[in-house]
Every structure is written in C-alpha cells, then in structure tokens.
C-alpha cells in the first residue's frame, strides 16, 4: 500500500480542521491534492480543464468540512464530492458541445503533456506488459474512465472497494460488474496494442487501419479488436498476457508535476487567526475574518496559506497541471472562485495585483528550463493557460514577457538567451532546422520539456528549408528525447492533400512514428476583423478535420507578405483582430495553444506588443487583456 495515499491525512488532523484550525485546514487540503489530482486527471484523460476541476473539489472540501459528521469518513467523502466534481464537469461539457454541435466539430481532445497514460508510462517508469496496460485504457469508452479512475487507484492499495462504491453511489456488487467488464475491454484492447506494436507486425492488420487516424477510440478498439480474435498471427500475441491486477499492485499515486510541491507552504497560519472554514452557505473570504488591508490571510512566513490559494484562484488562469507549473488550487491569487452552481458573487474584492517593477536582462543565458527562474519576475498573473507569445530579444525583453501575461513563450531556438522566464510561465524549446538536430541542442530540448516545437516552415527556403524525407528521417533522433512533439510548423497548406504537412504526416503514420499534436502558422492578408477570424477558423477547422489531432498556432497575425515588402494594418484594427480572433480561439477545444507574433514592436515588427519593457502598443494592450 503506498504511503503517499491512505496514511493521510489522520482523523486528528481533520477534527482540527473542522474546529478552525488554519495550520491542520492547509494540511488537509495539501495532503488531498495527490488523490484529488489522480482522480481527475484520469478520469478526464487528461483534458485541460483537469486544473479548474481539482480546484472546484478541494474548494466544496473547504467550504463543507464542518458539516462532516464523521471525521474518519473524510477519505470516503473526498473521493465522493471528487467524483460528483467530475460529472458535473461531464455534463456541462455535453451541454457545450450540443450547443455548439451546428458550428464547429468539437471534440474533447486531451492536452498531450496532461495524458494520463503517457504521464504514468514517463513517470512511473513503466516498462513492459505495465506500459500496455496504461496504453489501453486510451481505448476505454467514455463512461468508463470515471470508473477507471478509482478502480486504478483500488488496485495501486490508495482507495478500498467499500470506498469506490460510496463514491460511485452504487453496490460494492455492483461496482464489481461494472469492473469485470471494464477490465475485459481493457483486456481487448491490450491485444490491440501488441498487435499494433508488433514488428514485423500483421499484414492484414494494416489493410484494416488503413482508415484509421491513428487516434484510440473505443469504435476502433471493437474493430481492431475482431482482427485480432479472427487472427492467428495476432491473436498468438496476445497469449503471454499476464492478468492486470497483478501488473498493477504495489504501483503508487502518479506524481503531483514537477514544480507543484514548491509551491506548497511548509507552515500554515497559527490557530488563532481568522478562521477559514464556516458553515455551508456564502463563500468564504476575508471578510470572514481579520486580514490584511486590501490583503488575504497569510501564513507564517508571509505568503498566502493553501486554502486561500485554494478559494481565490481564478478558474483557468494557471498552466496546466501536468505542465508542472502553478498548478491547480496553489497558483497566485488575484480573485475569487465563482463556482457554477453559486448564486452570486461575494461581497469582498480581490486584493489588487502589484505593479510590475523592472528587471534587468541577464548578461548569461539562463539554463533551459520549465521552471520558474530563481529570482521571478514581479508580475501579473497570466490569464490563460493557452496564450503564448514568440519572443526575440530586445531591450527590456524579460520585464515585457512578465508584462504581457503570457503563460508560455518560445525563442525558435532551445534555450532563452538574456530572456527570463516569469513566474507562472514555461519555456518551450524548439528543433527550428536540420542543422540543429544535434546531441547537445537535442539534450538542451530534453531538459526544457515537455513538449518540443519542430521544424520551423520548412515549406520556406528561407526559413527551416527541409524536404518531406529529410524532415521524417531525422524524426527518431526527436522522438528520443521523450518530448511531447509539434509536427513541423507550415507557413501555409497545412489542410492541402498532398501538401507538405500532408506528406510528412502521410509518412509518418506509415513509419510508425509519433506526432503528438500538429503545429500551425496563419497570416491573415484581409484586414477586416469578422473576415480575417472566419478565415483562420475555416484554416484551423480544415487542419483538425484532416488529422485529428490538438492543434497549435505558434504564428499568427495580420500581415500582408508581397514583393514590395509587408504591409501591416493600423494598430487599432491589429488590436481588434487580435481580440476578436482570442475570442474565438477559446471557443475550439481542440486548439491548446497559440502564440501571437510576436514580443517586440519596432518599425519592422509592427504586430509587436511592446516597444520596452514597460510600454506597450495598441495590440500590446489587448494582448494582456485577451484569454
């Protein structure tokens, strides 16, 4: 049995927390997080929005713990209001995609670095018969995820059967049908990932995928997995199979990401101040209590204690769990959380952000990293986890990354020379040309994961410049590093049969090789808002339409490229594109990130967000205040 999971927290610890203690409150809520974030994440598959829903639960945990009238049932009631958090998740997603059923084909797709299969094979360390089995479970039906979730976390010695079935509202009888056959779907599926990994593999498996978009679908599993069953060369693959339960005793919680546990405090305020839980009704906040002017409860050291992290963060306004930066109820807070099912606002404001303060440029390049860097920028917090910026320096480079609110930026080179990474945001290394594949600048790309931009338009001589075979016969030495990988970014024909991206994406599928999700550049030549958005939805639509895969748009503005140079809009319409088109972004799920281009605003670059560090143009304002 783990350590990391039934040990804590005891029921002491609880019964203190319901009495007000704000010490064993931070304890609680910090030793939840672990499990909390397992169940999530699982049962979501990773989605982005597995940050908003491990917030929402361990806010109802706050804002309900006096009202638990058995304290040794804590665990139970967690896993519960957990798994109530991710149905009511579910449902307003369905009501999302019916509504936008007539406009666009949106799909949930998962953020690759936040899969949870790939997550447990990466960190975990699984090899083997262990690694098919995470594998799988990509092929679950929908329904069953929920249920996976716990089940996992059953076999791993983190949850017991009596628990599952509290949380699941059923039989612990009945839980066990439900198990037995989702294990025989797992079991199905299993054979399905041999079979697809063999090499020399089957013949005639091949001629039964061949209209397969490589993505795990339950349709696909029960396909597949006829072939297999009616298959002697496949169906003998899968006759070493060992049962799952054993694969899985003994295997701990998945890890909290990198950089989550700095962000837990190591003392919480002492008992005497203001209390931070109260009985169900308004939401809790410093009006509850004493606190600072203008402020929010502190812990012994100064900062904010977890449980005002907890209930202040703004929904969607960190990076990603699995990123590892900021996660979920431990990020800075700037406002309070409305919940969908509160009726109002409070009645307290936030307490206002501090002023940005200058920073000057490093002299010596940072070393490549995803985590913040040692002496953080003072900076507001980002206000999407999608919104990035591409960046080249200039004077005053590192204070304006802190000042757009960028979550994320990259340099299309794999270290960040002279620029500082702001508090709250990540680093993304790129692979920009064949020259660049590399032992060292491959390490470089590594250590900065985990995700890894490739092959800048290589459709362009004057960019990347790479033929189709060039680009797929350096594309193992990328798939080493482990990274999450971006296909090469296009300048333009991304949805085309036959084009470029087509090709390479064409041989890929065909060498077996990975792409994780496709990345993308668009330029818009018609300065019109409402035209130029529905032009780059139609692009984005067609891209993701064709290849099924999270998109990334890592260039993108208006400009008009001819033979007389590139012609630019007034910064107003730039600035009305730029939050028209944000807008619309945020509509499509399958679109994870963007990045606007880019940082700088010169005479050249006149789609810029800053001209210093500190002022910012027309499209510069709008930037900070996009989502």
Known sequence: MSSAGRALPDVGLVVAARQGDQRALDDVVAASLPLVYNIVGRALRGHADVDDVVQETLVRVIRYLPALNDPAAYRSWLVAITIRQVRDWETRRRVALNRDAGLDAIHNVPDPASDFAGMTILRLGLTDQRREVAEATRWLDPDDQELLSLWWLEETGELTRNEVADALGLSPGHVAVRIHRMKEQIQSARGVVRALRARPGCPDLGVVTADWDGTPSPLWRKRLARHVRDCAFCDR????????????AGLPLLPLPAGLGAHLPSAAAPAAAAPAVAPPGPPVGPSAGAAPPGGAPTDAGGGPSVVDLAVNRPRGLVPSLAAGVAAAVLAITTAVVILPDDPSAPSWA????????????????????????????????????????????????????????ASWYYTWGTQHPGISTPRGATFVPMIRSAENVTAPELARAKAAGPYLLTFNEPDLAEQANMTVEQALDLW????????????????????????????????????????????????????????????????????????RKPIWLTEFALIRFGGGGSQFPSQEQQAAFLTAATAMLGQLSYLQRYAWFGLPATDKDRSGLFSTGTETTVVGRAFQAAR
């Open 476 to 547: 193992p030495q990328l798939m080493a590093t482990g990274s999450r990988l971006g296909s090469p970014a296009v300048a333009w024909g991304g949805p085309d049969p036959q084009g470029w991206l087509d090709r390479f994406m064409t041989g890929a599928q065909a060498r077996g090789y990975r792409v994780d999700f496709i990345t993308l550049h668009w330029f818009g030549a018609d300065f019109t808002t409402a035209t130029a958005v529905a032009q780059l939805r139609q692009y984005l639509q067609a891209v993701y339409q064709r290849y």
């Open 237 to 248: 693959l899968g006759t070493t199979l060992l049962p799952i339960d054993r694969l899985l």
């Open 350 to 405: 936030a307490p206002p952000s501090a002023a940005p303060t200058a920073v000057a440029t490093p002299t010596v390049a940072p070393t490549p990293s995803v985590r913040p860097s040692s002496k953080p920028l003072v900076t507001p917090v980002v206000s999407s986890t999608r919104k990035g910026v591409g960046v080249w320096n200039f004077a005053g480079a590192s204070q304006a990354l802190a000042n757009s609110k």
